[in-house]
């Protein structure tokens, strides 16, 4: 048996999404006539109750034109010290949009208000780059799928309007925080003068992400989708698959978490397991007793056929995503049980 656990981007499309897919309605999405594509676009734009929604090819793309809309050269962007933003964009808030970055260290990813507040260069003193756009990441990725308490995220929203600097979200797993937490869209996403979400991860689409924000914002957001060279043509065809995604994929993401605290309490057991990040969503990062055993684990459990990833110094990722069955977990906890490391 398989059991591919390295990321929730491995899915492959089921046979009744690549039906949809086939079966979508195409244009030259250029032109802005692809029906598929503006289907998908209006039916998030509805769903989270934002003016405008524009289907990109990856989240790295919907982020990177976003801080690119709201920032300027020599600005700056608040972010966690560990966000997919900063650590795994290929510098491209340096290259992209020649600005800089405040990083904020703070708790499983997250940064709160108070931190933020600090961080606020002033306006008037020439010295200090200005600070153009705070981003936060729900669920957060170096957290081990840390969610967000809504409260914080308020308090950052009401703070970032005061401020009048825009604030991001980079909702690559948002669904997977919104059904664990039964937060309405609308009012999580009323929060954030821009969203990024990914259809590709646990929703269970081969390609694209969504990027969110008001009419105006989308107008510039555009523009720059354009000059990155991310204007697509027959789209549809790829776009159906997110919209079959948002449409089907999105309650099951529970079947993911469930399974997620199961691996949580195996490797509990585990005696090379030192200690586990209390499972929040789809992310199990286990810490190892002794670090420098990682990667001949990760040997080991890919010798059984399960894949696993390294997750920086003696922590190992699993993510369980929609392609990874009751039986696969089973198999995996069993293997787990019986894995000897001396
Ligand atoms: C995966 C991910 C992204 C976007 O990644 P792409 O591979 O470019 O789609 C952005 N942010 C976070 C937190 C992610 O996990």
Known sequence: MEVDLRSDTVTKPTKEMLDFMLQAPVGDDVFGEDPTVIQLQDFAANYFGKEAVLFCSSGTQTNQIAINVHVSPGGEVICHEESHIYKYEG?????????????L????????????????????????????????????????????????????????????IPLHLDGARLMNALVETNINPKEYASQFDSISLCLSKGLGAPVGSLLIGSKEFINKAHRVRKVLGGGMRQAGIIAAGGLYALKNNVERLKIDHANAIALESELQKCTWVKEVVPVETNIVVAILNQPTKRDSIIEKLKSEGIKTIAFGEGMIRFVTHLDVDQQKIEYTIDKLRKLKIS
């Open 105 to 164: 260290q703070g708790n499983r990813g997250r940064i709160t208000k108070e931190q933020i507040e600090k961080w606020i260069n002033p306006e008037l003193d020439v010295h200090f780059p200005l600070t153009q756009l705070i981003s936060i990441e729900d669920t957060a990725n170096r957290g081990g799928g840390a969610i967000y308490d809504l409260e914080e995220i308020k308090k950052i929203s009401a703070f970032s309007k005061s401020k009048n």
């Open 91 to 103: 510098g491209g808030i340096a290259k992209n949009s020649g600005a800089s970055v405040r990083l």
